[in-house]
């Protein structure tokens, strides 16, 4: 992806000389060794291991045409209090952030002028870590050229979710950088809806201290758009890292989430579940390292299929020599409503330790036809059986959710998408 949509040089895009002379030490240091990285590794290709379900072209090419809209998703969470953070066409809207007791909020582009910051600590490190064994050149470009993002330094229980919601005109390219460090027995809710771009590139990187607590939400929707996101997670002893995502639109979108358990007793939950019709290509990427004792990680994907839309799900958990106790699950399933729409499944276990409990499964099917004929026989039109089915497939992945608040927000929306469809 451009460094910005008047930027097309593919040099450039790989290191923003201007934007690295104008930052501060900490952030020129980041961005330089990450530009280094990202030319090192060069973009994308088809033939790469890890892309060859999903076509990079475009997240690589200079130009893109696209005029996406939105639909309300600031709306989901009306219900609850939330510290809102406003993002319009990539960069944050207010120069005074809201404040909340135990964290504060800062924007990448104002720490990153400075010399001394603690996000020199996590900004580009935890990417870096992520580029093995699997190189993601595209988190390395973010890193380089991300001139916008929140920085989140939570020190304490914070009482209300923060959330982010973004907007866009529709037609621009966005990169944003996002980090977060939740202290020793710190806990936050993140919420993210909306749409930075017609075209993203994001990442998200999340250090969490021994007992601390990060739970991620995030509504992904929009019609035409390209969407490309990374998670990068360090997580410590008794720790707890989880993330769920819904995608209900977009042409392309590929979440990338490379976590490492590196505390004895950590646990992390990735879940997400989608909704594609037509013209729709949806990859989840995910890369769990098991690198200390007794530690959990799930998996749970549920992909809703239709006129053609294409799911992509690869999944690994990699259990280190000495990462014993470890107990890994990865489920990943399609509900395909049609003949001519694909799920196409990569689940992996990579396993150095013999006291482990791993599984990994993947099913696809179409809707079961004994329900679909109990519901209809009790007078429930077809379409209204077909999404209640639906709804009741992608249940595992909501319940991944810890606030049973937010869950209920999350299956309405659902709710109200497959009515409108």
């Known amino acids: 992806m451009a460094a910005s949509s008047q930027n097309t040089s593919s040099s450039r895009a790989l290191r923003d000389a201007q934007l690295i002379d104008s930052s501060g030490a900490w952030a020129k240091q980041a961005r330089t060794a990450a530009s280094e990285r990202a030319q090192a590794a060069g973009l994308p290709q088809r033939r790469d291991e890890y892309w060859k379900y999903t076509r990079p072209d475009a997240f690589v090419q200079a130009d893109v045409t696209l005029q996406s809209s939105l639909r309300k998703s600031l709306e989901i969470f009306h219900q609850r209090t939330t510290v809102l953070v406003t993002f319009e066409d990539g960069k944050i809207q207010s120069s005074a952030l809201p404040s909340a007791a135990h964290c504060t909020l800062e ?13 020199r ?9 992520g580029q093995t064994p699997v190189q993601r050149s595209l988190a390395a470009v973010n890193t380089a050229v991300a001139r916008e993002g929140l920085m989140l330094n939570v020190t304490g229980a914070v009482a209300a979710p923060i959330h982010i919601h973004a907007t866009s005109s529709g037609q621009t390219d966005a990169i944003i950088h996002n980090v977060i460090q939740v202290a020793a027995g710190a806990e936050v809710t993140l919420i993210e809806t909306g749409q930075y771009g017609a075209r993203t590139n994001s990442v998200l990187e999340v250090d969490v201290a021994d007992g601390g607590r990060f739970h991620h939400i995030r509504v992904q929707d929009g019609d035409e758009r390209h969407l490309l996101t990374h998670i990068f997670g360090k997580i410590g ?11 209900a639109g977009g042409q392309l979108t590929r979440n990338e989430c490379v976590l490492q358990l590196l505390g004895d ?17 949806h990859d989840d990427t995910v890369f769990i390292t098991h690198d200390a004792v007794n530690c959990e990680s799930r998996q749970v994907f549920k992909k809703v299929l239709r006129n053609g839309a294409v799911g992509v799900f690869q999944g690994k958990i990699l259990v280190k020599a000495g990462a014993q106790k470890t107990d890994g699950y ?5 509900l395909l409503l049609d003949d001519d729409s694909q799920f196409l499944a990569k689940p992996e276990l990579e396993i150095y330790a013999d006291d482990v409990a791993c599984s990994h499964g993947s099913t696809s099917g179409a809707i079961d036809a004994q329900a679909l004929f109990y519901l209809r026989s009790r007078g429930v039109p077809e379409a209204q059986a077909v999404d209640l089915l639906t709804l009741s497939f992608v249940a ?3 319940e991944e959710i810890d606030d049973a608040n937010l ?8 709710t109200e998408t497959l009515s409108a469809r």
Do not use: N
């Not at 600590?121 to 870590?129: F, N, P, Q, S």
């Not at 990865?330 to 399609?334: F, G, P, Y």
């Open 407 to 414: 869950a209920q927000d999350i299956l309405d929306h659902l």
């Open 107 to 119: 924007s990448l582009a104002s720490a990153s002028s400075l010399d001394l910051h603690w996000a």
């Open 121 to 129: 600590d996590i900004y580009g490190r935890l990417e870096a870590a």
């Open 330 to 334: 990865q489920i990943s399933q399609s």
């Open 237 to 247: 002893a008794e720790a707890t890292f989880k993330s769920f995502t819904l995608t």
């Open 265 to 281: 007793d950590a646990s992390v939950s990735v879940a997400g579940a989608c909704l594609g019709d037509g013209r729709f290509h």
């Open 396 to 398: 595992e992945a909501i």
